[in-house]
């Protein structure tokens, strides 16, 4: 069974916006560590952003401004809702959940930023 579920990737414009889902198999709790990556072909996983315990948030500074990743622990699922995108942001996105001293992953979705 897939412990993580990633949704809402696509193809979109420069400039345009799109919100990706991760939702958890496992409920999660506020003092998880969550967060996403992204992979280009040929090219090592990058980090995105994460958020921690109470809410914390942390953005690698290529999305700084343009990224926002949230949480809601009822619904079990984190969001990275992305803004003002731009070519070089196409990449497949992962996200994960630390929880327990495990890591977990999801499948990733494929973001395609394009005119």
């Known amino acids: 069974q897939d412990q993580l579920v990633e949704s809402g990737g696509g193809l979109v414009q420069p400039g345009g916006s799109l919100r990706l889902s991760c939702a958890a198999a496992?409920?999660?709790?506020?003092?998880?560590?969550m967060g996403w990556y992204r992979q280009t072909p040929g090219k090592e996983r990058e980090w995105v952003a994460t958020?921690?315990?109470?809410?914390?948030?942390n953005y690698a500074d290529s999305v700084k401004g343009r990224f926002t990743i949230s949480r809601d622990v009822g619904n079990n699922t984190v969001y990275l809702q992305m803004n003002s995108l731009k070519p070089e942001d196409t990449a497949v996105y992962y996200c994960?959940?630390?929880?327990?001293?495990?890591?977990?992953w999801g499948q990733g979705t494929q973001v395609t930023v394009s005119s």
């Open positions: 496992r409920s999660i709790f506020s003092t998880n560590v």
């Open positions: 958020i921690g315990s109470g809410s914390s948030t």
């Open positions: 994960y959940l630390k929880q327990w001293g495990n890591t977990y």
